[in-house]
């Protein structure tokens, strides 16, 4: 027996519901992304990675302190520390003259976060969207292939206008 | 469960249950960017709780959706709320894909729907859409398997009356 109902069914069921855009995709991109990573610091993998900025930021303060004030290239009134001057002294290098040479530089995203939704004007609301960010440069000294890596933490916030209907 | 989505590929999950999940969630939460808002809050809360507890079903999705609506809508100003939804119900952003030519039949399908009560019109997206039983509809929303497929037997009985004239 043919039920109507059953044809009801069937000619509901032949419409396809509407695919979410990419930009929706994209945002569950950049939080599972996000998810996954610290899932895997979780099972302990990334632990390394994640302290791994720290660990190399000492490090290069360390060789800073040991090794910058008696190099040729870093002849500075007072000996730096890496934290403080790493960019004008490696500035002062002068490329082609057994000078530092940049030779890699990255950002590396750590977290993404949306902080939900703000007014910052009286009618036009924003979605508020905070980044962290590891920038990262890397100078190498041709002379003698002595290389400094520097590593930047940063935290960028994005607002995004949101229409109101 | 494709294979994809049980080696941690949410994306082919995504693409099994993203048109899905958006269409349930237009039915909590008639403003589209909301039920965006919505589906990606669920999705991701999914997929988190399912990297710790792999045996999760992806019925739970439509859980999360319903709950995380509700919970949205609390938090929303009750003024823009209301004004949302009666712009999305006079309005009425499209629910399906179509073609130029079906476009008539679409938008009659879309505007039968939308004129059943919210109660039978979850239950029967969840169903036909959703590809959901009753017992995890019953599940999902809260209420026996059967009142879920009472209230599915009285959209379809509804739907019909509304759309008998193209069907039969």
Known sequence: MNDPLDELEAELKRWQPLAPGPALEARIAAKVDVTEARAARALGLPRRFWWAPLGMAAAVALMALVWLPGHQAFKLASPPTVAKQPTPALNRARPGAGGYRPVRRADYLLDARDDGIIYASATTPFRKIKYQVLSTSQWRDEADNATVQVLVPRENTVLIPMNVY | ?168
């Open chain 2, 1 to 168: 469960m494709r294979p994809g989505q049980q080696d941690g590929d949410w994306r082919a999950l995504w693409a099994d249950y993203g048109p899905k999940l958006l269409l349930f969630a237009r039915q909590q939460t008639p403003e589209l960017g909301a039920a965006e808002d919505v589906v990606q809050e669920a999705f991701v809360r999914y997929w988190k709780s399912r990297q710790k507890s792999p045996e999760l079903t992806p019925t739970l999705l439509f859980t999360l959706v319903k709950r995380i609506a509700i919970d949205y809508a609390r938090k929303s100003a009750a003024r823009r709320w209301r004004e949302a939804e009666a712009q999305a119900q006079n309005e009425g952003e499209a629910y399906f894909e179509d073609s130029f030519a079906e476009r008539d039949r679409r938008e009659l399908v879309e505007a039968s729907l939308r004129a059943l009560p919210a109660s039978q019109r979850e239950v029967l997206v969840l169903k036909l859409w959703g590809d959901l039983t009753f017992d995890e509809i019953g599940k999902a929303l809260d209420i026996s398997p059967n009142t879920a497929a009472s209230r599915y037997r009285y959209a379809l009985n509804q739907l019909r009356g509304l759309l008998a004239p193209a069907v039969s």
